[in-house]
């Protein structure tokens, strides 16, 4: 029994250290196909370079049927004589519209920075050949190429608010006698991080299917920060109750997904960009791009998406935005499923809204995580005060089990003797009422708060760049000195120097002595975050063992027997 108490605490280490392996984010694949293509051309332009060409990364259309001469000679007759932006300024983000092609250039999120200090601009604009959001495609090259290249004319001369909603409302329109005519009409909720897109088009006075391109979104926030914990963007769509993800690699063999596709889109890491189709049939094309660096090789993987809802006319809301738990749910219930919480996800939800909770109280998510450790401690304390009085009576057992271990010492695994000995351990505890299993119980329920704790802090945007003080300046990336988990390691070896040894086995001992040096070495690159929640949980342990052992008194080592009957016989002498 004292085997498999032991064999399960190694397990529970030896998940802990798989899940961080096998689960966390990993770096997005680059496709072969894509980097081979790219070796050929030119590198990626400087930040800030202007897109040369709004629909060259948009998936490649068919030619289609040839345009007729009278459409391809047709006047135009709504248009405007020149290249212009329209600037919708709101709390929470600046956009940018332009009226060639009536399409979006840039979208930055107000409350969030990058590594330079930036807006993240969910509008990458590092890629020069990179289609613009709300570009359209009809299937005909020629068509695309006219209706993304003209210049829309806009209604009211720019964008209107409504007073109630803060929605603002911006019309493009674009039309030819005979030829092409195309209106677009956005609704911006800047609150929600929203656009809704009504559009439709005709091609010499007949409808024409319109497939909606929103190019690689969302934007390069992240470049060259792709790590063992940073995701790089990926594809992702909601279909008959299930969330399908594909990295970039599997998109160049699998790029089209059809059906009834609740949301679908792309995101990385804490951004992401969705087409919101509801129960309404569709289609969504995906393309990965990788933006070489000065010296041709691979910087950056971006996916370009374009969504072809079902029908003639498209009225479609996207979201793009931050991946924040309550404003997903506030904008679709089913959405925050974006969010790879992962198998712990049940624990994740409850922890993420009780620590914002608290934080809009203390103010700082450092402590706030300290404080929800102590709430947790608290609610575990009579479990953790058992285990240890438990883990004291079986010290006590140590003489009488190993007495009954070494009677059956010399016996094989196989000899059916062997069940004799357990049946007399087993007998052994029921008589001292003892529960071998129950000392190492409160650090397996810990386990999945750990996990839980972890894709919190790995995932969770609210704690993206939250400082804690001093050096710790993101809770959501490792210590840069590795002072958190040095300190847990401590820690953990000075709880284990207090907790009543059961283990008789030199070899188990051991093995218990290494298991400080595992978890530190596990945590040196883990979320600075997590490394508190450990240390403050190690800390308020060893507070909680120190109480425990003035109630019942500080543990005493058994001697072995020899030893004991060796001082006997001195006495007597």
Excluded at 17 to 39: C, D, G, H, I, N
Excluded at 513 to 541: E, H, K, Q
Aim: net charge positive; glycine share 8%; proline share 7%.
């Amino acid at each position: 029994m004292e085997k498999r108490v032991l064999i399960a605490v190694v397990l529970s280490f030896l998940v802990l250290y798989l899940y961080q392996s096998m689960f966390a984010p990993k770096p997005a694949q680059r496709p072969k196909a894509v980097q081979t293509e790219l070796a050929k051309g030119s590198a990626a332009p400087a930040p800030g370079q202007p897109a040369a060409s709004p629909s060259a990364a948009a998936p490649a259309p068919a030619a289609g049927t040839p345009l007729p001469d009278a459409v391809l000679s047709a006047q135009v007759v709504v248009a405007d004589s020149e290249a212009r932006d329209t600037v919708i300024e709101a709390g929470t983000v600046r956009a940018v519209f332009s009226n060639r092609g009536g399409v979006l250039t840039s979208w930055r999120l107000k409350r969030f920075k990058d590594k330079a200090g930036k807006l993240v601009d969910l509008v990458p604009q590092t890629l020069a050949d990179a289609a613009r959001p709300f570009s359209i495609d009809t299937g005909n090259a020629a068509v695309d190429a006219r209706a993304n290249g003209a210049l829309f004319r806009v209604d009211g001369g720019g964008a209107t608010r409504d007073p109630k909603t803060g929605v603002y409302v911006l019309a493009f329109e674009y039309r030819e006698t005979g030829g092409l005519a195309i209106r677009k009409t956005f609704a911006v909720d800047p609150a929600r991080y929203t656009i809704n897109l009504a559009a439709d088009a005709s091609v010499g006075g007949a409808p024409a299917n319109l497939g909606i391109v929103m190019g690689p979104s969302p934007g390069d926030a992240e470049t060259g920060e792709v790590s063992r914990y940073l995701m790089g963007a990926r594809a992702l769509l909601y279909r008959e109750g299930k969330v399908e993800r594909h990295d970039a690699a599997a998109l160049v063999n699998q790029p089209t997904f059809e059906g009834q596709l609740r949301w679908a889109g792309v995101d990385d890491h804490y951004f992401m960009s969705a087409a919101l189709l509801g129960t309404n049939a569709g289609r969504i094309d995906y393309r990965p791009l990788v933006v070489p660096d000065s010296q041709g090789k691979p910087l950056h993987t971006f996916v370009s998406y374009a969504v072809n809802p079902q029908g003639q006319g498209v009225n479609t809301t996207f979201f793009l935005g931050p991946k924040e738990f309550d404003l997903l749910k506030s904008v679709d219930g089913e959405l925050v499923r974006s969010i790879d919480y992962g198998m712990f996800a049940f624990i994740v939800v409850p922890l993420l809204r009780a620590l914002v909770g608290i934080n809009t109280y203390i103010g700082n998510y450092g402590w706030s995580i300290i404080a929800l450790t102590f709430l947790i401690n608290l609610a575990i304390f009579p479990l953790r005060h058992k285990s240890v009085v438990s883990m004291r009576k079986m010290q006590a057992l140590q003489p009488e089990i190993k007495a009954i271990q070494d009677r059956y010492g010399k016996l094989k695994a196989t000899d059916p003797q062997k069940q004799k000995m357990n049946e007399e351990l087993m007998g052994l505890y029921k008589q001292r009422g003892v529960n071998p299993a129950s000392g190492c119980v409160p650090m397996l329920l810990t386990m999945p708060i750990l996990f839980a704790f972890y894709s919190m802090l790995a995932y969770s945007i609210e704690l993206r760049g939250a400082p804690f003080g001093l050096w710790i300046t993101d809770l959501s990336v490792y210590d840069p000195f590795y002072v958190a988990p040095v300190l847990t390691g401590i820690t953990m070896l000075v709880q284990q120097r207090m907790t009543p040894q059961t283990a008789t086995d030199p070899m188990q001992q051991k093995m218990f002595m290494m298991m400080p040096v595992i978890f530190t070495v596990m945590f040196l690159w883990a979320p600075s975050g997590l490394n508190i929640y450990w240390l403050v949980n190690n800390v308020l342990a060893i507070g909680q063992q120190y109480f425990t052992y003035k109630i019942i008194g500080a543990p005493r080592i058994p001697r072995p027997a020899a030893e004991r009957r060796a001082t006997k016989a001195g006495d007597k002498n």
